[in-house]
Every structure is written in structure tokens, then in C-alpha cells.
């Protein structure tokens, strides 16, 4: 449950109040969830106490409301922390809240938000499947139709959250193959139904606190409220909803990695004495502590750059995979650097910058893989150019902001 004390809040106040939880919380618990390797139980009730769960949400469905400018300055101040942490609700405040609230009933809107919000109610997102990963669009789970309802059949696999979900966002074929992403639906499939089992991984490189599940969907029943909005084919389009909101999240998460990252290695060659200085003396190690800042401070402008185009317009999306895409690759270089800055520490040992380093790596895998928004945006780019000699999501001063999506 939320404290009632966030919801009169404003936005300067919320986000000092987790920057202190981040400080005095998440951080210091980061022990402690390596040696259990699991987010341990009383950071989780911390998180949905100061409403985690929430920030997307509207208020009158229970949430906080914050606008993506805010959130993604949230999301940079809460993982100065592992990104575990956000692993674990993230797939509440991005992928699965925004599918509902944008393309569920109002009955699913109210019947689900709230609790999520609360974090009460845990949801997985569970798109990706064995032979369906970058090319999503021709994955082969189907819902068969029946009387009154729905079978779905099929499996998933590395989906976050899925092991303990109460419901799963399960994307199934309504259509035929051919009619690719349009003959998609989405079902809100409770974990605990028959026919539902999910499977943890042997071993996680990386995020290894929170481990993705494998699905088997075997004769699942459903009813026909568990359709997504209610009608079939629109599921492709609430999938990319929630994954244009949670890309982002990530650019952001990327900007708070790196933040963590630099400042723990600077304070390291601060105390860290050779050749009869402190390591941070040296011009060559000052020269990639600059390079490191510049890198990050241009993620973070790009990111709030395309929150505020966001908050303004339609959802950026080019602009956002442009962020997600650098963030996630400068979060990895900014993390070489600083296990290089480390020395043996970097390798050896319990240091935070390692265990960052692995588990910023998988940023550049999900949420679409660095080379597939490489390939994605440079498309765009040429069809644009084609179209009307521009550039996807730019400012023309002749044409307005964002002309085109
Ligand atoms: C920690 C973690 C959490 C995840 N959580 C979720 C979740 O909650 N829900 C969910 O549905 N999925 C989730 N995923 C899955 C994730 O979205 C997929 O891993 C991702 O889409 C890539 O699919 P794949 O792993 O099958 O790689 P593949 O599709 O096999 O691709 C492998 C590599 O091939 C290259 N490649 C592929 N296609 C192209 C192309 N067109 N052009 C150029 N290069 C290409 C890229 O380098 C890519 O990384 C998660 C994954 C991880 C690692």
C-alpha cells in the first residue's frame, strides 16, 4: 500500500523522497540482495510504499501521475541503485499499465490499475518467445476461439517478473501467420490458471536478482474478458504502447547507471595511491573521468529531450529509440572504463561497479537490441528522406515540432 502521505506531494518533494530512499535504502540493501540473490521482501514493500508501483498511473485510478519528464527524472535518481530493483516493477509502471490504460476496458482499467499501482497486484509482460525474439511480430502462441472464451497455447520465454506474477500480458496469433503483427491480441491470463507454468533459469549473467521466466501456455481457458480492449488484432499496438513508454525508462535507467558508476569509481582513485599520487592525479585517468561525464550528460540531455517531446506531442518514437539506443551503449562504455579505472578491483571482489557492468549489458539486448534500432531508425530515416527530405522526429521551424512520427 502506498504511504498517504506521497499523494499531496509535489513533484520537487516526491522526487527528494526518493532520492533519500535510494540513498538510504536501496543502496545499502544492495548487499544484502546478492547475498540472497533476490530483491529481499522488505525492499520490495519499501518500493510500493513510496509508490513505485504508481508513478505512471493516472491518480484517479489510484497512481501519481507524473508526467514523463518526471519520470524519467525519477527513474535517474532511483537507479543510482541496482537496476534489479527497478526490474522488479517494472513491468507494472511501463510495459503492462500502459498497454491496459491505453488500450484496456474501463472494466480492466479499473479492475487492474489500482492495484498495480498499490503494488499489490504484479503483472509479467510476456511478448518474446523461443523463436520469436527481434522479430516479435511472427510469434506462434495462438488463442483458439470457444465458446465464451479463449485456449491459448504456446510458450514464452525470458519474461521478467513471470515467476511471480499474478496476471501475465500474454501475446497470442488471433489471426493467420500472414497477417503478421496485425493478427495479434493481447489476454491478461492469470498466472495461477490451469495450464500455466512458468520456469526459472538455471543461472542469470547479469540481472542475475531478477530472473526472467520461461511460459509454458498449454489448453489455458480464459473468458472473453480477458481479451485486452476487448476485440482482437490490437495487440501488437498496446505491446508497442507499453514498449515505447519502458524504452525510455530505460535510456533513463542507463543515465542513472552510469551516474552510480562514475561517481564510485572517481571516490576509488581518489583514496586509490600509486606513483606516490592519488590515481585520480593522473591525466590519462582525468582525461576518461571527462570523457565518461561528457558521455553520460549527452544521454541525459538526449533522454529528457525526449521526454519533454512526449509530454508535448505524440509518443517520439524515433526519437525515443535514438535514446535508448545511445544511453544503453554509453551506459556499457561509460562501465568498461570504470572496471578498467578499478584494476583488480573490477574483477576481483565485491565492488558495485562489476556487478553493474554485467548487468548493464543486458540493457543493450532488451527493449529491442542496439543493432535492431540501428537498422529501425535508419529505415526511417530513409523512407522519411524519400517522402519529404527530412529527418524522423526533428524540429523543422517551417514545419511545427516533431512533423513526423
Ligand atoms: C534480462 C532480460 C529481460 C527481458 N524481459 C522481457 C520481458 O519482460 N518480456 C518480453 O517479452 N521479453 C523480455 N526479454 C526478451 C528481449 O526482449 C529479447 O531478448 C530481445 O528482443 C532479443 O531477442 P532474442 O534474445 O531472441 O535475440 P535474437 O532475436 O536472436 O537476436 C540476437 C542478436 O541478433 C542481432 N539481430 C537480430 N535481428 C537483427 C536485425 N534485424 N538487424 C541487425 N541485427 C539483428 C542482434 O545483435 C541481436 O541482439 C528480456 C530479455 C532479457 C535479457
Known amino acids: 500500500m502506498i504511504d498517504p502521505d506521497v499523494f499531496p506531494l509535489g513533484f520537487e518533494e516526491y522526487l527528494k523522497r526518493v532520492a533519500t530512499l535510494t540513498d538510504e535504502v536501496l543502496i545499502p540493501a544492495e548487499p544484502e540482495m546478492v547475498a540472497a540473490g533476490a530483491v529481499p521482501e522488505h525492499v520490495m514493500r519499501a518500493l510500493a510504499h513510496n509508490g513505485l508501483f504508481a508513478v505512471s498511473i493516472p491518480r484517479h485510478l489510484g497512481g501519481l501521475e507524473w508526467s514523463m519528464t518526471e519520470q524519467v527524472r525519477l527513474t535517474m535518481e532511483f537507479t543510482r541503485a541496482s537496476c534489479v530493483y527497478r526490474s522488479r516493477f517494472s513491468t507494472v509502471i511501463g510495459l503492462c499499465s500502459q498497454a491496459i490504460l491505453d488500450h484496456g476496458t474501463d472494466e480492466q482499467r479499473e479492475g487492474l490499475l489500482p492495484k498495480m499501482a498499490a503494488g499489490e497486484h504484479i503483472t509479467a509482460f510476456a511478448l518474446t518467445e523461443p523463436e520469436a525474439g527481434s522479430d516479435a511480430a511472427s510469434l506462434t502462441t495462438t488463442a483458439r476461439r470457444v465458446d465464451g472464451g479463449w485456449v491459448i497455447d504456446g510458450r514464452k520465454r525470458y519474461i521478467t517478473n513471470a515467476h511471480w506474477a499474478d496476471d501475465l500480458v500474454v501475446f497470442a496469433r488471433t489471426g493467420e501467420a500472414a497477417d503478421g503483427a496485425r493478427g495479434v491480441s493481447a489476454f491478461l491470463v492469470p498466472r495461477a490458471a490451469d495450464g500455466v507454468t512458468t520456469r526459472l533459469p538455471t543461472r542469470m549473467n547479469g540481472h542475475a536478482e531478477a530472473p526472467v521466466a520461461e511460459i509454458e501456455l498449454t489448453g489455458v481457458r480464459v ?19 507499453g514498449i515505447n513508454h519502458a524504452r525510455l525508462h530505460v535510456a533513463a535507467t542507463c543515465v542513472g547507471q552510469a551516474t552510480r558508476m562514475l561517481e564510485e569509481t572517481a571516490e576509488h582513485l581518489l583514496g586509490r595511491r600509486q606513483f606516490g599520487a592519488p590515481l585520480a592525479d593522473l591525466g590519462a585517468v582525468q582525461a576518461d573521468l571527462g570523457a565518461c561525464f561528457a558521455e553520460l ?3 541525459r540531455a538526449l533522454t529528457m529531450e525526449a521526454a519533454r517531446a512526449f509530454d508535448s506531442a505524440t509518443v517520439p518514437r524515433h526519437r525515443i529509440a535514438a535514446a535508448k539506443l545511445f544511453c544503453s551503449e554509453m551506459a556499457s562504455r561509460v562501465a568498461d572504463r570504470c572496471v578498467q579505472l578499478l584494476g583488480g578491483e573490477g574483477i576481483v571482489g565485491d565492488h558495485p561497479v562489476p556487478r553493474m557492468w554485467r548487468d548493464v549489458r543486458a540493457l543493450r539486448i532488451y527493449e529491442g537490441s542496439s543493432p535492431v534500432h540501428e537498422r529501425n531508425l535508419g529505415r526511417a530515416v530513409t523512407r522519411q528522406v524519400l517522402r519529404d527530405g527530412t529527418l524522423p522526429d526533428t524540429y523543422r521551424a517551417t514545419r511545427g515540432q516533431a512533423a513526423s512520427g
Open 223 to 241: 473468458n472473453d474478458s480477458a481479451l485486452l480492449g476487448g476485440s482482437p488484432g490490437t495487440g501488437f499496438a498496446a505491446a508497442l504502447r
Open 297 to 299: 550528460e549527452a544521454g
